[in-house]
C-alpha cells in the first residue's frame, strides 16, 4: 500500500495513503485556503485553479450509490469554486446497475472527458479502487478519489484537519484522548480516523455495542503502533478525560441485519451526548459528528447552545479540505495568495504601450530562461520586465514565441 500522498500515487483510495508530512501539508494548506476564502469579499480568487492550460476547465464526474449529501455537496462545490465542472451521476441508475460493472463504468465515464471520478458506493466497498485500477491498466489519466467506499478518506482529512485546528498541540504531541463512540464495527469515518491518527499516537477509547469488531486492515494497522486503544464500556469512565468525542449514528445502510426499533432505542439511550456529559466533559474538549445524526445526537444541540459541539463547522471544514485536495492534484503550482490580491498589479508591454494587469489574471511564465513573456488569461502573452517575472510564482509554460506555430501565431515582438 502507497501511503505517502501526492508523491507516489495520484488516486485518492485509502486513509492509509497519508504520513504525518502529507498530513501536515494538509493542515497548512487548507488553513491557507479557509484564511483566504473567510477574508475575501467572495471568493472568486479560487476560479481559475481548475483551468488548463488550453483554458479549458477540469470536470469531474461524481458517481454515488447510496446517500451522502454532506460529501456530494462540498465535492461539488469545491469543484465548481475552483473554476472546474462537476456533475452527479447516480450509480444505481448507471450501466453499473445492469450488470456492466466498474471497470467498464469507469473507462466509459473516463472517454467522456472526466478528468476525475468522485465514486462511492455502499454495496460495493472496492469500488473506487477497482475504477482506478482499470483506469491504470488502460493507461486513462483520469483521476479516482473514494468518497466513502469501504473506508472514507476525504471525511478523514476533513476531521483530522478540525482537531488540528482547534488543538494542534495535543494532536502534534502524541497527547490526544480521543473516545469515538457508536458504531464502532461499522462506521467508516472512525476507521479512517483510527488509522490517521496512528501517526501521530495518543489514546483512542473505543465505546459502543461492537467496539472488539474493528475490521481487519484497521486492527493491522494498530498493531505496534503509538496509538493506544482502549474498548471502555461506558461513556462515563472516560467523559472527564477525552479532549475529543467522536459520535456516530447506527450504520443502518451497511449492516447486513436491519436492527429492531427496540436495539435502536437502547443503542440512543447507551451512546448519547446527554445532560451528565456535557456537565462533566471538560470545558476546551470537542465533540464531533461525521452527520447525520440519529437520536444519539439531539437536534436542538449545537455550538450555539453548546460551544463544543461543533459539528456544523466540522462539516464547513469538508469545503475547504476538498479544495485543497482538488488544488494539489489539478493545479499544485497555483498560487493562492498572488490570485486573492486582486489590486496588485504589474505593467507590460503592449503592441503599442505599457498598461498595467492583476497579478491574479497571469496564468503562466515562458519557461524559457532569457525570454520575459508571460501568459494572461484567455492565453494572450506579452512581454515584461525580466527581473518583475522571475520574482513571479506561475507555472512555466514555453511561450509561442519561444517555439512558434506558423499558423496559430505571429510575432507581435522583435
Not at 507516489?8 to 504520513?19: D, G, P, V, W
Not at 468518497?147 to 488543538?167: C, F, K, N, S, V
Not at 465505546?207 to 461506558?234: H, N, Q, W
Not at 494572450?380 to 514555453?398: E, Q
Request: aromatic share 8%; net charge positive.
Amino acid at each position: 500500500m502507497v501511503r505517502l500522498w501526492p508523491h507516489e500515487t495520484k488516486h485518492i483510495l485509502s486513509a492509509l495513503q497519508f504520513n504525518r508530512e502529507s498530513l501536515g501539508m494538509m493542515f497548512r494548506g487548507t488553513q491557507t485556503i479557509k484564511t483566504l476564502y473567510n477574508g475575501a469579499d467572495e471568493p472568486s480568487f479560487l476560479r481559475y485553479c481548475l483551468l488548463k492550460e488550453s483554458g479549458a476547465q477540469f470536470r469531474a464526474c461524481l458517481l454515488f450509490c447510496g446517500e451522502s449529501t454532506r460529501t456530494r455537496s462540498s465535492f461539488e462545490e469545491a469543484f465548481e469554486q475552483l473554476g472546474g465542472v462537476a456533475k452527479f451521476k447516480r450509480l444505481e441508475f448507471s450501466s453499473a446497475a445492469k450488470g456492466e460493472g466498474h471497470k467498464s463504468t469507469a473507462i466509459i465515464e473516463a472517454q467522456y472527458g472526466f478528468d476525475c471520478l468522485i465514486v462511492r458506493d455502499d454495496k460495493h466497498r472496492d469500488a473506487a479502487r477497482v475504477m482506478a485500477q482499470a483506469l491504470e491498466t488502460h493507461e486513462i489519466p483520469t483521476i479516482v478519489i473514494n468518497a466513502g467506499g469501504g473506508e472514507h478518506p476525504t471525511q478523514m482529512l476533513l476531521d483530522l484537519y478540525t482537531i488540528w485546528e482547534r488543538l494542534p498541540d495535543a494532536l502534534n504531541n502524541g497527547k490526544l484522548t480521543i473516545a469515538f463512540i457508536g458504531d464502532i464495527a461499522h462506521s467508516r469515518t472512525i476507521h479512517s480516523l483510527l488509522m490517521a491518527l496512528t501517526e501521530f499516537g495518543g489514546v483512542a477509547h473505543l465505546v459502543g455495542p461492537e467496539a472488539a469488531k474493528l475490521p481487519p486492515m484497521v486492527t493491522e494497522r494498530l498493531r505496534d503502533s503509538a496509538l493506544t486503544v482502549i474498548k471502555t464500556a461506558r461513556i462515563r469512565d472516560i467523559v472527564a478525560d477525552a479532549d475529543v468525542f467522536y459520535f456516530t449514528r447506527l450504520q443502518d445502510n451497511l449492516r447486513k441485519r436491519k436492527p429492531s426499533d427496540a436495539e435502536r432505542k437502547k443503542y440512543a439511550s447507551q451512546f448519547c451526548a446527554n445532560p451528565y456529559m456535557r456537565k462533566h466533559m471538560k470545558p476546551d474538549s470537542l465533540a464531533l459528528h461525521p452527520l447525520p445524526h440519529g437520536p444519539e445526537y439531539p437536534s436542538e444541540l449545537d455550538d450555539k447552545v453548546d460551544p463544543r459541539f461543533i459539528h456544523f463547522e466540522q462539516a464547513k471544514n469538508g469545503l475547504y479540505v476538498r479544495q485543497w485536495l482538488l488544488k494539489e492534484i489539478f493545479a499544485p503550482t497555483f498560487d493562492l495568495r498572488a490570485n486573492a490580491a486582486p489590486e496588485e498589479t504589474v505593467v507590460v508591454s503592449g503592441a503599442v504601450s505599457a498598461f498595467p494587469v492583476r497579478i491574479r489574471d497571469i496564468t503562466g511564465s515562458c519557461a524559457a530562461p532569457d525570454c520575459a513573456s508571460i501568459r494572461l488569461r484567455g492565453s494572450d502573452w506579452v512581454r515584461m520586465d525580466p527581473h518583475i517575472k522571475s520574482h513571479l510564482r506561475k507555472p512555466l509554460i514555453l511561450c509561442p514565441y519561444c517555439r512558434p506555430d506558423p499558423v496559430t501565431v505571429q510575432r507581435e515582438y522583435p
